[in-house]
């Protein structure tokens, strides 16, 4: 079996105004883009932008409910089975709120024992993600650790509506650094 796999994390923000006066137009305009390409690979992957565990996950937190991605058991389904990834270091951690209306903000947060605190500057701390909205975490280089200790990400609902959500995660996992997977001759 051969895996092939790009992860692209891709941001674009951009505005034009024109504004009319006196029959003179004047417009103004503003662009930023950012697009970084990591590759997938085996071997030492530290220090380069590569990565060989992804995880999405997409799903429903209802309201007054929280939960935990552990980055140390990130279930994932392949076309062989379902396996748990053991994240070593985490490229880029993309969290989308699905939701389109009012009152259905969601928190990311770092706080108890064994949270992910690199997020939020290696503090406890909480992010709101409103409708239509994304929380994305980008650490290229990999330049934390998660280990038994810094390995929870939470997020909660304090709202009473049920909210859509979708997760991406792109990663190193050491386990699976040194692994080729072959299909056994007849």
Same mark, same amino acid.
């Given at each position: 079996?051969?895996? !092939?796999?790009?992860?692209?994390?891709?941001?674009?923000?951009?505005? !034009?105004?024109? &504004?009319?006066?006196?029959?003179?137009?004047?417009?103004?305009?503003?662009?930023? $883009?950012?697009?970084?390409?990591?590759?997938?690979?085996?071997?030492?992957?530290?220090?380069?932008?590569?990565?060989?565990?992804? *995880?999405?996950?997409?799903?429903?937190?209802?309201?007054?409910?929280?939960?935990?991605?552990?980055?140390?058991?990130?279930?994932?389904?392949?076309?062989?089975? !379902?396996?748990?990834?053991?994240?070593?270091?985490?490229? &880029?951690?993309?969290?989308?709120?699905? *939701? $389109? $209306? $009012?009152?259905?903000?969601?928190? =990311?947060?770092?706080?108890?024992?064994? *949270?992910?605190?690199?997020?939020?500057?290696?503090?406890?701390?909480?992010?709101?993600?409103?409708?239509?909205?994304?929380?994305?975490?980008?650490?290229?280089?990999?330049?934390?650790?998660?280990?038994?200790?810094?390995?929870? =990400?939470?997020?909660?609902? &304090?709202?009473?509506?049920?909210?859509?959500?979708? *997760?991406?995660?792109?990663?190193?996992?050491?386990?699976?650094?040194?692994?080729?997977?072959?299909?056994?001759?007849?």
């Amino acid at each position: 079996m051969t895996i !092939t796999s790009q992860g692209l994390l891709s941001t674009i923000g951009s505005f !034009t105004t024109t &504004e009319t006066l006196g029959g003179q137009s004047q417009k103004y305009a503003g662009n930023t $883009t950012l697009n970084v390409s990591l590759s997938y690979g085996t071997g030492v992957l530290t220090g380069t932008l590569g990565f060989n565990a992804a *995880a999405y996950y997409t799903g429903v937190l209802s309201g007054g409910n929280s939960f935990n991605f552990d980055l140390r058991q990130l279930t994932q389904s392949t076309a062989k089975s !379902t396996y748990d990834i053991e994240l070593d270091k985490v490229r &880029e951690f993309v969290f989308v709120n699905l *939701a $389109t $209306t $009012t009152g259905t903000d969601l928190k =990311i947060r770092t706080t108890g024992s064994e *949270a992910f605190d690199a997020l939020f500057n290696f503090q406890t701390g909480n992010a709101i993600v409103g409708p239509s909205t994304q929380f994305i975490f980008a650490d290229f280089l990999g330049r934390e650790d998660v280990d038994a200790s810094n390995r929870y =990400i939470s997020v909660h609902n &304090e709202g009473n509506e049920n909210v859509n959500y979708s *997760a991406i995660f792109l990663g190193v996992s050491n386990a699976l650094a040194l692994v080729e997977d072959e299909i056994p001759s007849p």
